[in-house]
């Protein structure tokens, strides 16, 4: 006997409580990110991809959280690219915010042409070490949130209470990830697409391998300077909270990978 799921609710406390029924194991409260056409359309309406340019890194700039809405065919592409031209007077002023629409069109394109690299290294890693050299499996401090870095343990707390973080703040959990704590990328892209309301294969993996240097030229890595910049206003960047990430580029680099010495 086949059952059809119900797809009409009176509000949003209704579906809520339906899909809990459905999914007993699925613990934590929802999101608060609205889903649906009117939603996509409202955020749409309120994007301003000329600022996007200049402020995208910064954890309080023009980002457009898009990401789900796209992801889940609500919006497409093409219908972003189009309402962000009306919105100016040269595209030239939204170059930028056409890139990076180019970007999630390019993974899927390197996915689908490559589909084994969703979860195969695409190349050896260029840290020093080996693959076998990272952990299989996620650290129980990173997947909770306890890792003792404060603004990690920040952004990990957003990605599961909301589904959703800036894409700066993924890079730096990533990094995090694989380099200062050397787990395997994969470990870490199936622990952001459990979360990500966005999560995406080609785009959350190739972006895991791009930090990993499986599919770059070198490992990403960051340090708490890097941080204070873009997200100072947003989460807790004291020294004293953040001691591994608190060091100059140099010094972790020789601490992150001393098979290198200082050739990255
Ligand atoms: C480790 C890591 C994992 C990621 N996982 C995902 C994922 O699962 N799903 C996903 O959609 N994106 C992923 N990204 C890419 C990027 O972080 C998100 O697309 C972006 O942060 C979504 O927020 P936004 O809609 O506010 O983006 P905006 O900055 O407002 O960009 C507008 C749209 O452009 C596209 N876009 C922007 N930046 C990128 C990018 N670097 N790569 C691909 N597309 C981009 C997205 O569709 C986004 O909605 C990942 C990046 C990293 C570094």
Redesign the pocket.
């Known amino acids: 006997m086949t059952s059809t799921l119900q797809t009409c609710f009176d509000d949003r406390d209704s579906l809520i409580a339906y899909v809990k029924k459905l999914a007993p194991w699925a613990d934590g409260a929802a999101s608060q990110i609205q889903g649906g056409r009117l939603k996509a359309e409202m955020r749409l309406a309120a994007i301003n991809p000329i600022k ?1 340019g200049g402020s ?1 890194n910064f954890g309080d700039g023009h ?5 789900p809405y ?2 889940h065919g609500v919006l497409s592409l093409n219908e ?1 690219r189009n309402h962000a031209l009306s919105q100016c007077s040269q595209p030239v002023q939204i170059t930028k ?1 056409i890139q ?2 180019a ?2 069109d390019f ?1 899927q394109l390197v996915l689908r042409a490559h589909p084994h690299w969703a979860w195969a290294d695409v190349e050896p890693y260029k840290t020093g070490f080996s693959a076998q050299d990272y952990a299989d499996a996620l650290p129980a401090d990173i997947a909770e949130g306890k890792t003792g870095v404060a603004c990690l343990d920040a952004f990990i707390n957003e990605l599961i209470e909301t589904g ?1 973080i ?2 700066h703040a ?2 730096y959990l ?1 990094s995090y990830v694989v380099h200062y704590r050397r787990v395997k990328w994969q470990a870490g892209a199936r622990w ?2 459990q979360h ?1 309301l ?3 294969i080609a ?2 993996n190739l ?2 391998q791009w ?1 990993a240097s499986t599919f770059s030229n070198k490992p990403y890595i960051f340090n708490l300077e890097n941080v204070e910049r873009y997200f100072g206003k947003l989460v807790d960047t004291s020294p004293a909270l953040n001691q591994p990430l608190h060091a100059t580029y140099e010094t972790l680099q020789l601490g992150l990978f001393p098979n290198l010495g200082m050739t990255l």
Do not use: K, Q
């Open positions: 996007y995208r980002v457009t959280r898009l990401s796209i992801h972003v915010f990076e629409l970007w999630r993974w959703y800036h894409n993924r890079m990533a952001f697409l990500l966005d999560g995406d785009s959350n972006s895991w930090v």
